[in-house]
């Protein structure tokens, strides 16, 4: 057949607009509990659908659309979980993403229906969108338990990132780690595990230290890291030679986050560092592509943003640090390493 070679490949806008769908068929099967239904085993297609209340076409359209994107697979008897399925899309696994992908289902995905009036205004759409002023979860997470389930999906993204952030940097002369916002602790426990000598700390606030407690248990870790809690922009900090922030940054604007690195450089001893977690735009602002769909994602739901490691540069270096490095990674977060 005659191809015109003036005419641009149309692949790339396609993939795109088909992009949202892939992303609303994962979140749907989470939701409806497909994954949670199939665990270990595999499932007939109408079994399926009477088990979980739903129609026996529209299922088998949903599972074949997870088998396409590759997070079911089939089998003799029905549809089965990949790996990958089973090991980040159910409530029962260690590692589960499950609270972050409803999470991005029932906030997220409406917050980013208004990302046109987010460009425009250059505010988050909280108010837009949800008919109140902030991210204020206690209008999503009412219990406990769901509270709990959006800090493990966090947590099985930390479980990703973290190792890989604790060693970009050779951190044995640091003494003990105090990680600001740490949630359930994956990073302290991370850097814990991986240089002997260290001392932990999860700081964070009072309703997310249960599962602190718990997940250093069962790391073995409970004679290294203590938790505590306390509002980073409000206590005083524990003491410590090395702070940490994952994914902190990026959620404020720029005088807030002057007047935290301000209070972690005032706290640290001299020799003292701050270990930074957040995808770093390249100096261009070219890419990755991963930082800046995270740098919208900012745009529509916080007060903040991606920066280049320039930007990080300077506000370290205003705060009073020096010998500020960054290291990428492949991972969803790269590093920043300043010190006092």
């Known amino acids: 057949m005659f191809h015109d070679v003036s005419i641009p490949d149309p692949t790339i806008v396609l993939d795109h607009l088909e992009a949202f769908r892939r992303s609303k068929t994962m979140f749907a099967a989470v939701d409806l509990g497909v994954f949670d239904a199939l665990g270990d085993g595999s499932v007939d297609c109408d079994a399926l659908a009477n088990q979980l209340g739903c129609n026996a076409d529209a299922m088998r359209t ?13 089998c003799e008897i029905g549809f089965q979980n990949t790996a990958v399925a089973r090991t980040y899309l159910c409530s029962d696994s260690p590692r589960r993403m499950t609270g972050y992908i409803q999470y991005s289902n029932d906030v997220m995905w409406k917050m980013w229906a208004n990302l046109e009036d987010a460009i425009r205004d250059g505010s988050h759409r909280w108010k837009q969108t949800f008919g109140f002023d902030g991210p204020i979860f206690s209008h999503f997470f009412r219990t406990p338990e769901a509270m709990d389930e959006f800090l493990m999906g966090m947590h099985g993204f930390g479980m990703i990132t973290s190792p890989r952030i604790v060693e970009l940097f050779d951190l044995s002369k640091f003494e ?25 700390i999860v700081f964070d606030l009072p309703h997310a230290l249960g599962l602190a407690r718990q997940m250093v248990t069962e790391a073995g870790l409970g004679n290294r890291i203590d938790v505590e809690g306390g509002d980073f922009f409000v206590d005083a900090l524990p003491t410590a030679d090395l702070y940490a922030l994952g994914r902190i940054v990026h959620d404020w604007d720029e005088p807030k986050i002057q007047q935290l690195l301000a209070k972690i450089y005032d706290t640290l001893p001299v020799g003292g560092g701050l270990l930074i977690g957040e995808k770093v735009l390249h100096e261009d602002r070219s890419g990755p592509r991963w930082a800046l769909m995270q740098s919208l994602n900012m745009l529509v739901c916080t007060e903040g943003k991606e920066r280049s490691g320039a930007e990080y540069d300077r506000l370290l270096c205003e705060a009073g640090f020096s010998k500020v490095r960054i290291a990428r990674t492949q991972v969803p977060l790269d590093a920043v390493l300043a010190i006092k």
């Open 62 to 74: 949903l599972l074949e659309s997870c088998v396409a994107i590759g997070l079911l697979q089939k």
């Open 176 to 200: 003990r780690l105090c990680d600001l916002g740490g949630a359930t602790g994956h990073l302290t426990i991370a850097a814990c595990q991986r240089y002997e000598r260290l001392q932990g």
